[in-house]
């Protein structure tokens, strides 16, 4: 029977240093203190004081202004070039021909880990996150390979990548496959057969609106002004044609198709909570032909330290894939969230242990030992971190790996680092 429970300096400025050179350190020292504060904030009693001083000089290196001098190290000025076609190291249709890839020892697992996050961030993002992370460079995929809607995001892993499968029934890649309903009423100028982007919010009631009465107007083929008026918002919203003249938003349950989730999964919490899930789960298809290596390695059930992963979506992949689910810790902030995945977790007659943590900062290491004793070490840790902080579309607070949401990398980190360090010991 499953359990379920709820936790809730030398910087090189001296006496003869210029003036402007002088208020650009003061600037830079200020902010490399704030990136101190931050860091100490995540790292304080959780990382040997060594390994502290490395992480305070990359925020240094992240924020300090260009001029100012420091201590030899890696610079953040580079940058990862999206590939075209963002394949990563293959995908079902179009698989690459990769014979090997090398690991930094200090990356090998066990335990395996696996991050997740958008592709397109700010300048020097991926770089930090890859340094973090043991030097990985990121695997980036389009999950329009894997379903009808576009999806780019960045993957630092030390998983195999060889003899990895789809979750069969494999899902359609084009719209009308996807949703037939909406075929006879699809008009011939709209050339789309896949969706952008799934959003956390979706277009308003008076756009649909607009567009039917725009359509309703031109009484027959529509002038190239509103053709174009209608398609930049079809794209931009992913709208759907459900009936004549009327483009509709995307339901909730439409989603949950294209994000491989069971229907009716986020059921159950307010609408405005299901899209703000749906728009920063994985994609479960996408993620589970990843993950599906792992199924000939783990027969008897896998560990599972899932952090801020949101609506379950690695619980499910593993879950499709076949791969029993022995014990779960999940660490997510957002209560609909946990609701979710507990209402799944009881749908599905899992067998093994749930244990909810609403604080990431209850993760102590302390309480990583408890697990170990009780269940003998993690298998697998996976996470991610809303984009709401690294998207391009998100021009108010676009403030990268500082942001509320997207710093929660930094507690990955933190927690990865704590249960590869402890198992080794183990």
């Known amino acids: 029977m499953a359990i379920i429970v709820d936790d809730l300096s030398t910087c090189g400025a001296g006496l ?26 995540h790292t304080e009693a959780y990382i040997p004081k060594d390994k502290r001083k490395i992480l305070r000089t990359e925020a240094w290196n992240l924020k300090r202004p260009k001029g100012i001098v420091k201590e030899p190290m890696v610079q953040d000025d580079e940058e990862f070039h999206l590939p075209n076609p963002m394949t990563g190291f293959g995908v079902p249709s179009e698989t690459w021909s990769i014979v090997h890839r090398t690991l930094p020892e200090a990356a090998l697992g066990p335990p395996y880990f696996y991050y997740e996050n958008v592709a397109m961030t700010p300048r020097g993002v991926w770089s930090t996150i890859s340094r973090f992370l043991y030097d990985i460079a990121p695997e980036f995929v389009d999950s329009k390979y894997f379903c009808a809607a576009a999806r780019k995001r960045g993957y630092i892993h030390n998983l195999p990548i060889h003899n990895r499968f789809q979750i069969l029934p494999p899902p359609p890649l084009k719209i009308h496959k996807t949703f037939p309903h909406t075929k006879k009423w699809w008009p011939s100028w709209d050339a789309r057969d896949q969706l952008n982007c799934l959003l956390t919010c ?24 509103v053709k174009k008026y209608i398609m930049e918002q079809c794209k931009r919203w992913n709208l759907i044609w459900v009936g004549k003249n009327n483009a509709a938003t995307i339901e909730p349950e439409e989603i949950e ?26 994609q479960v298809d996408t993620v589970g032909y990843h993950l599906s290596v792992l199924k000939s ?30 014990n779960v810790v999940s ?10 995945v507990r209402n799944w977790w009881e749908e599905t007659n899992q067998k093994g242990n749930l244990i909810h943590i609403a604080d990431v900062q209850e993760v102590t290491a302390e309480r990583i030992t408890q697990w170990m004793s009780r269940f003998g070490g993690f298998d697998l840790v996976i996470g991610g971190s809303p984009c709401n902080n690294l ?36």
Do not use: W
């Open 391 to 426: 998207a391009g579309r998100n021009h108010v607070s676009r403030d990268g790996l500082e942001g509320k949401h997207s710093s929660l990398f930094f507690d990955y980190f933190r927690i990865l680092d704590l249960v590869k360090s402890m198992m080794s010991q183990y």
């Open 331 to 340: 660490v997510e902030l957002s209560e609909p969230c946990r609701t979710i």
């Open 297 to 326: 390695f783990f027969p008897g059930g896998i560990n599972l330290l899932s952090l801020f992963s949101g609506i379950g979506g690695a619980e499910v992949a593993l879950h499709r894939l076949g791969i029993p689910l022995k």
């Open 202 to 225: 979706v277009g308003s009631a008076k756009l649909t609106e607009r567009i039917r009465n725009k359509l309703e107007e031109s009484a027959g083929e529509p002038p190239v002004h």
């Open 16 to 41: 003869d240093t210029p003036v402007a050179e002088l208020s650009d350190f003061i600037c830079a020292a200020q902010m490399a203190k704030e990136a101190d504060f931050h860091l100490e904030k």
């Open 257 to 282: 198709t294209l994000m491989g989730f069971p229907v009716n999964h986020t059921r159950g919490v307010n609408r405005t909570d299901r899209f703000k899930a749906l728009g920063n789960a994985f």
